[in-house]
């Protein structure tokens, strides 16, 4: 069956019908459907979770929603790469079951007044740097997820905090949607594929490297201090502006103490000209 790109509540109802899936949510009454949110400008990173998404369930769903809600309102909303055609030809390549592309108006009727809001962790690390960011990418993520009604979805863990974020939010109001994080695809040469990197010149592309290089340094260290230094110095000697440097618990993105054993997460953010990158890695502390 080809694709079914729904752009509605009620064309969504029909898709999920057509495929045999239950009006409720889950998979209590019917074939299972996985979820797999994106905001378009789809590349290999995406696919990568459409393909582990397979792998969950019966059928596959890919929003495409450039959401206005998480844009703070000097970032690039109206700029961000809109690639609609090619998207749902990359869907339908994947063999993806239904591509939900609502307009905004979809979305948020003009009378919309209750939102999600992320609490405390939605303000530190990146969410210190975009203020409202984590509220707009939860709210969204909450109504996608009402709608379409998947049993699991999938996220990068590209978007380290988002991920977290989410997971925070499914536990504490008791979304039953089960959420799986994606590793981070590379290219060949380090960068972490973004659908921001379009907008990189090929000498800004060069600087870009420094991001998971000072990661790679990083991660070699064995200590929180040694590891944070290292990374920076590796940043610092780059022509970018680093947003910040943070080795964070995984799950509430809480800088580390210095005597953290276990699994952290090492998460970089810095702009090159214009553009701005983010960039992880986990690493694990003896
Ligand atoms: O990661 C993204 O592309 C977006 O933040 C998401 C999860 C689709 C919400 O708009």
Excluded at 247 to 267: I, K, M, R, W, Y
Aim: hydrophobic share 45%; charged share 25%.
């Amino acid at each position: 069956m080809d694709v079914i790109v729904a752009g509605s509540r009620a064309e969504l109802d029909e898709a999920r019908a057509a495929l045999g899936i239950g009006a409720r949510w889950g998979d209590r009454d019917g074939r299972t459907l996985a979820l797999v949110p994106t905001m378009g400008a789809l590349h290999e990173g995406h696919l990568s979770l459409i393909r582990l998404a397979k792998e969950h369930a019966d059928h596959v769903a890919v929003s495409i929603f450039v959401n206005p809600l998480q844009f703070g309102p000097n970032e690039d909303f109206s700029r961000y790469p809109r690639t609609f055609e090619a998207d749902v030809a990359a869907c339908r390549t994947e063999g993806v079951d239904i591509v939900f592309a609502p307009s905004a108006e979809e979305m948020y009727p003009p009378d919309r007044q209750v939102s999600v809001s992320a609490g405390h962790m939605g303000t530190i690390v990146e969410g210190a740097f975009r203020p409202g960011h984590f509220d707009g990418v939860l709210t969204v993520v909450l109504k996608l997820f009402n709608l379409v009604r998947p049993s699991v979805a999938i996220f990068g863990q590209k978007d380290a905090q988002q991920l977290a974020m989410i997971r925070r939010m499914v536990a504490d109001l008791d979304v039953p949607v089960r959420i799986i994080g994606a590793p981070i695809v590379r290219e060949p040469d380090g960068l972490a594929l973004s659908s921001r990197n379009r907008y990189l010149s090929p000498d800004e592309r060069e600087i870009a490297l420094a991001l998971s290089r000072a990661l790679h340094e990083g991660a070699g260290h064995r200590t929180p201090w040694e590891i944070v230094a290292a990374t920076r110095q590796v940043l610092d000697a780059a022509p970018l502006t680093v947003d910040y440097v943070v080795l964070a618990d995984p799950a509430t993105f809480a800088e580390v103490a210095d005597d953290h054993v276990g699994e952290a997460v090492l998460a970089v953010a810095a702009r090159v000209g214009t553009t701005r990158l983010i960039d992880n890695v986990i690493v694990t502390l003896p």
